[in-house]
């Protein structure tokens, strides 16, 4: 979709890459995995798959240079870039699992700075779509959708595009609880060109959960139910569907890149990942005894140290939980600073975190 001279020239244009471990701040290293993604999306022709993997490694690239080496001239490169993959595959907050939507922006509203007439106008494009993408879960909810089929319409009907609409449509219902995504989903899965069995967890368990359901419940239409029937059907007949519950081993080298470090600290008050924990604990116990608003500046401090932490480290599996307790500290301290705090980790733990309990539980 996005081979252009600018994605083509930036990787002709790497230095060197020295080898070592793969962390997951270095952009050297980023960069590195990034011009291995093209390589391999080249090799491959480009299913939707390889651009979905090529625009993640853009993205970690980009967001590395944006926090560590701004000045790099590489990093307006990569900015350029991360516009044009976002672009063609209809980059969209809630569907995407990369937790990167600040980088997105910030690199959105610099090309649209200084970028040429093309790179600009698509700039602008997404700025104005996602400067608010958080703001409303039926906003969220629908562009999640559009951009969903979108890319089935664009990749014409690529297997993998199907199965990032099903996701698409499991995300908008939990978030909205609106019975259209629910009927959205049970007409694409029931679509025998949709290959279910590749559903990522945990939205494979929900879609099956919600098929079951429509079988019984009156609330469902007749149509919803017809839907389900070919569901449980296909479940019956194709082995692969029958599975009650699927294990994702992570290599301890990988999870070394996703965890952030003990000793690596953030925020204002440069606070490690334990410190946060403490010192949500520590507030908590001085708000049990009416501290009230005199905690707000130390709450800040916290709501500082655990956003740095996640624009650092996105895919930390400790970091859903965190933003959480942090979500919960900000409102109890309840000022006007820790109100606008708790907004932003609302809305950064409901749509970049969508699959987990804790966002599902906070939609709820």
Do not use: C
Request: no cysteine.
């Amino acid at each position: 979709m996005f081979r252009s001279a600018l994605a083509l020239g930036i990787l002709v244009a790497a230095a060197a890459i020295p080898a070592r471990a793969a962390i997951e701040t270095d952009p050297t290293v980023l960069y590195a995995t990034m011009r291995s993604a093209y390589d391999k999306g080249v090799a491959k022709g480009w299913p939707f798959s390889s651009e979905l993997y090529y625009e993640s490694t853009v993205f970690d690239a980009g967001r590395a240079y944006a926090l560590f080496r701004p000045d790099d001239p590489q990093s307006a490169q990569v900015a350029a870039l991360a516009v044009d993959v976002a672009t063609e595959l209809h980059y969209d907050p809630l569907t995407n699992d990369d937790a990167s939507l600040w980088y997105v922006l910030e690199a959105a509203s610099a090309v649209a700075k200084t970028g040429d007439a093309q790179h600009r106008a698509e700039a602008e494009a997404l700025v104005a779509a996602l400067g608010t993408a958080a703001d409303d879960p039926k906003t969220v909810a629908e562009r999640a959708e559009r951009s969903a089929l979108a890319n089935v319409d664009a990749f014409h009907g690529d297997a993998d595009a199907r199965v990032q609409l099903i996701v698409a449509d499991v995300r908008a219902f939990n978030l909205t609880r609106d019975p259209a995504y629910r009927s959205a989903l049970l007409q694409h899965a029931a679509d025998v060109a949709t290959p279910i069995d590749r559903v990522p967890d945990p939205e494979f368990g929900t879609m099956f959960s919600i098929a079951r359901t429509a079988l019984a419940d009156p609330g469902y239409t007749d149509v919803d139910r017809a839907f389900a029937r070919t569901i449980a059907e296909r479940r019956a007949r194709e082995p692969q569907l029958r599975i009650i519950g699927r294990v994702s081993a992570v290599p301890h080298e990988l999870r070394l890149t996703r965890t952030a470090p003990a000793d690596e600290y953030f925020g204002d008050y440069k606070e490690s990942p334990l410190g946060v924990r403490n010192e949500v604990a520590r507030i908590n116990k001085y708000l049990d005894k009416g501290w009230g608003y005199r905690m707000e500046g130390q709450a800040l401090l916290v709501d500082s140290a655990v956003e740095d932490w996640q624009k650092q480290y996105p895919r930390d599996q400790t970091l859903p939980g965190t933003l959480l307790d942090v979500y919960e500290l900000m409102q109890r301290v309840s000022t006007d600073k820790t109100k606008d705090a708790a907004a932003r980790l609302k809305s950064i733990l409901l749509v970049q975190y969508a699959p987990t309990r804790q966002a599902q539980e906070l939609a709820s």
